[in-house]
């Protein structure tokens, strides 16, 4: 069974500062990790994706994120928050057996001026 | 341009009556997949297809039903026997030959009145 644990459920950061969401997760397979932001009352859009390749994903807006498998985590960063940032994040292991995404409970981000 | 159209955005139910919500792609994926949201839980499968004519339940399957009578539709019905059906609701699509690429429709807001 798979499953992702965002340890964050509310991070808040200056504007211009550093985020860091932070995602652990457990997977059977060699797991398909993405990152997807969501902000109030829309879909999802997909930041960034692990797919066994290059450890270190860099994604839309700046955002990236490292696989580290002895740790099995797969953290979101950015080095710089800007007031749209302000949303909503998922952490989200892909279960090749189904093709069928598991999520996080989520990390709502607020960006102070 | 290619994507996922749900319909309707919002929609209003009455207690004991079912309701289904569109799901519409044109990417050509293979597979879809809906889910719902619920505040602080992240997201959970309900349904998935990964062919025309075939489906299968995700983790809260309960009160829901599906029909992939087309590549391109995919609509869920709310039942009756749903308990608590207003949540948020997802649909998605992916192809199957990669891993990753799902794309989200911009959702259903069901509430029951």
């Known amino acids: 069974a798979q499953s992702v644990t965002q340890l964050d459920s509310h991070v808040s950061v200056s504007e211009g500062t550093p985020v860091l969401l932070r995602c652990n997760y457990s997977?059977?397979?060699?797991?398909?990790l993405f990152w997807y932001v969501q902000h109030p009352n829309k879909g999802l859009q997909l930041l960034l994706k692990?797919?066994?390749?290059?450890?270190l994903v860099k994604g839309i807006n700046g955002f990236e994120a490292e696989f580290k498998k002895s740790e099995t985590s797969f953290h979101l960063t950015k080095p710089s928050a800007h007031m749209s940032d302000a949303a909503e994040y998922f952490c989200?292991?892909?279960?090749?057996?189904?093709?069928?995404?598991?999520f996080g409970s989520g990390t709502r981000l607020q960006v102070q001026p | 341009d290619g994507g996922i159209t749900q319909s309707p955005k919002y929609l209003f139910r009455k207690e004991g009556q079912n309701v289904t919500l569109s799901c519409e792609q044109n990417?050509?994926?293979?597979?879809m997949y809906w889910y719902r949201q619920d505040p602080g839980q992240g997201l959970r499968l309900i349904y998935y297809?990964?062919?025309?004519?075939?489906?299968q339940k995700g983790d809260i399957a309960e009160g829901y039903s599906v029909s992939r009578e087309k590549k391109e539709s995919f609509p869920l019905t709310v039942t009756s026997a749903q308990k608590n059906p207003t949540a948020f609701y997802l649909c998605?699509?992916?192809?199957?030959?990669?891993?990753?690429?799902?794309?989200f429709g911009s959702g259903t807001r069901l509430t029951v009145v």
């Open positions: 998605a699509s992916s192809p199957m030959a990669t891993r990753g690429g799902y794309t």
């Open positions: 997977s059977s397979y060699s797991p398909s």
């Open positions: 692990y797919t066994s390749a290059a450890t």
């Open positions: 989200v292991v892909s279960d090749t057996g189904r093709r069928a995404l598991t």
């Open positions: 990417l050509n994926h293979d597979a």
């Open positions: 297809s990964q062919i025309v004519n075939d489906f």
